[in-house]
């Protein structure tokens, strides 16, 4: 595998072009940095002491949940609750869209974005797609904030849909993100919302 397919951070990412991926990326600073540490550690201390029946997608799924709960309660930043920053995100998206995957949905948060994308066989590297959306739009956000600095968090959450039904909790979990967070009644009333 090429480094652009699969590399880690702090994360593992693999990326494999003809996948369906299920995408969070968020904004600088919306994770309090000893919450991270607390995680990391006991992400740490469980893989010393894991049952043999939990699956590491089943601590991925338990872990994500837990740091998406913290994003929900939108913790620092919220530049995306701004029309002209939500707009600028959701255009650099809709940008790549038949060129460099297929995008199924995607929700826009007040501080995080979910994406549910499919990757053509000939996909470009994920990786480089990635970093163009979220380096153009942290300059252009930042100009229209008026601010300096990072925008978004530099690692992505990445995740590999297994089958249709996993496709469709996701898809599921992405639309009714706003409704959980008490931001809209129903999922269609969320401006930033898209399944085509």
């Known amino acids: 595998m090429s480094d652009l397919t699969f590399y880690e951070r702090s994360l593992p990412h693999w990326l494999p072009p003809g996948s369906t991926l299920f995408l969070t990326f968020r904004l600088a600073g919306t994770l309090p940095a000893e919450v991270l540490?607390?995680?990391?550690?006991?992400?740490?201390?469980?893989?010393?002491?894991?049952?043999r029946e939990e699956t590491s997608y089943a601590r991925q799924r338990r872990y994500f949940g837990r740091f998406d709960a913290l994003l929900a309660g939108e913790l620092g930043p919220t530049w995306l609750e701004q029309e002209a920053v939500?707009?600028?995100?959701?255009?650099?998206?809709?940008?790549y869209d038949g060129k460099a995957y297929q995008l199924n949905c995607y929700c826009i948060m007040p501080n995080h974005v979910h994406v549910l994308?499919?990757?053509?066989?000939?996909?470009?590297p994920l990786s480089r797609t990635l970093q163009s959306i979220?380096?153009?739009?942290?300059?252009?956000?930042?100009?229209?904030?008026?601010?300096?600095?990072a925008f978004w968090h530099r690692e992505t959450y990445d995740?590999?849909?297994?089958?249709?039904?996993?496709?469709?909790?996701?898809?599921?979990?992405?639309?009714?993100?706003?409704v959980?967070?008490?931001?809209?009644?129903?999922?269609?009333?969320?401006?930033?919302?898209?399944?085509?």
């Open 37 to 51: 540490a607390r995680y990391q550690t006991e992400w740490i201390q469980q893989d010393l002491t894991v049952s």
């Open 86 to 95: 939500a707009n600028l995100v959701r255009d650099s998206l809709q940008y």
């Open 117 to 124: 994308l499919t990757l053509p066989d000939d996909a470009p």
């Open 134 to 149: 979220k380096s153009f739009t942290a300059t252009k956000a930042n100009k229209l904030l008026d601010r300096t600095g």
């Open 159 to 178: 995740h590999v849909c297994r089958g249709t039904d996993e496709v469709q909790r996701i898809t599921d979990y992405i639309l009714l993100n706003p």
């Open 180 to 196: 959980k967070a008490g931001l809209v009644a129903e999922w269609q009333h969320w401006p930033y919302t898209y399944l085509p």
